[in-house]
């Protein structure tokens, strides 16, 4: 090979290498800015993660005192046999469920025979069409 070829070829060589390098660099950057994010979420979520553990624990907590007024509710009001249990059924799911059968503002200021006239306009509007 004559000395103008090997030259030739040395400054390829070098731009090759200079192209990688770049490109090298650029990379190694890259997965260290995704590492940096990846601390950041790891870190965002474990505070995440230690706040509902919190919450978690003030609701526990909360519950055994709700649960020992409770009972020493029902204690002081002499058991369930004297009207201790009134304060407990205040509570419960039944409740919850009778305040959904409460007639809503606009029902209760009906009149009967308008409430009525409703309750037949939406019983047709329900059924399917034929």
Do not use: W
């Not at 400054?11 to 990688?20: F, G, I, P, S, V």
């Not at 009134?86 to 059968?101: A, C, F, G, Q």
């Amino acid at each position: 090979m004559s000395l103008e070829a090997l030259s030739t070829r040395v400054t390829r060589l070098a731009q090759q290498l200079a192209d990688l390098s770049k490109h090298h660099t650029s990379l190694l950057n890259k997965y260290m800015q995704d590492e940096e994010r990846s601390r950041e979420k790891i870190k965002t979520l474990e505070e995440k993660v230690k706040r509902c553990e919190d919450k978690i624990h003030q609701l526990e907590r909360g519950r055994a005192v709700s649960a020992t007024s409770s009972e020493q509710r029902r204690s002081v009001r002499g058991g369930e046999g004297s009207g201790g249990e009134v304060l407990d059924r205040m509570s419960t799911p039944e409740l919850e469920s009778s305040s959904e059968k409460t007639p809503s503002t606009k029902e209760r200021s009906a009149s009967p025979g308008e409430a009525e006239g409703r309750d037949r306009a939406d019983m047709y509007m329900s059924t399917p069409e034929d």
